[in-house]
């Protein structure tokens, strides 16, 4: 899936280094609640590699959900440096913000945020009608399991499967990263299964770099790489010599 348009930002052309495709020096974000200081990330550095597969380990308010938005391009650091390929995400201007998460980025959150009027086949066009290489919106679907419930509302459909139609949505422009925010976190153990599932397959099928957030330490088994955050900091990374499957796993 080599990517798009090598111009797409004005800033930065230093290579961010042999096989990564994001990296992230030194990376802060404090938010000011009126005199008081919140630092949600500490002096991060982080790679993700083609074809990973990574969990984010860490308690509520320990700062993954923000690591993700920096990454996404939804949010800034107060401080660091996140790029891109050969590309500085933080001297992007709005726009090209807009356009690198178009093009090249996948969200997935805890609520689905699915059109309510729209079957999943036309919650997954739309996406496609946007994007500039996109994958037929059937083919998505059919990589979550999804294709024989193309025609039916997300009223008839189970959250498990508003889910797996969310990921199909987000897969369907061929992102670089997909970005997985508590994915599994308003599912329950059967249906949660099923989506990390179509996580794992997409990730393994078309090689894009996968993220998922979550509090759930079991998850970490799926992972190519564990990645543990408190209070803002790496405090550890684990490579697991196998992944596990979702079969394999429980909690």
Known sequence: MARRDPDLFVAGTQNPGPDAVFRLRKVCKVYQMGETEIHALRDVDLELHPGELVVLLGASGSGKSTLLNIIGGLDRPTSGEVRYRDHELTAAGPDELTRYRREHVGFVFQFYNLIPSLTAYENVALVTEIAEAPMDPDGALALV???????????????????????????????????????????????????????????????????????????????????????????????????????????
């Open 145 to 251: 399991d999804m294709g024989e419930r193309r025609n039916h509302f997300p009223s008839q459909l189970s959250g498990g499967e508003q889910q797996r139609v969310a990921i199909a949505r987000a897969v369907a422009k061929r992102p670089d990263v997909l970005l997985c925010d508590e994915p599994t976190g308003a599912l329950d153990y059967a249906t949660g299964k099923l989506v990390l599932a179509a996580l794992e397959h997409i990730n393994r099928e078309l090689g894009t770099i996968t993220v998922v957030i979550t509090h759930n330490a079991a998850i970490g088994a799926l992972a190519d790489r564990v990645i543990r955050i408190s209070s803002g900091h790496i405090i550890d990374i684990k490579r697991n010599a196998k992944r596990a499957s979702p079969e394999e796993i429980s909690w």
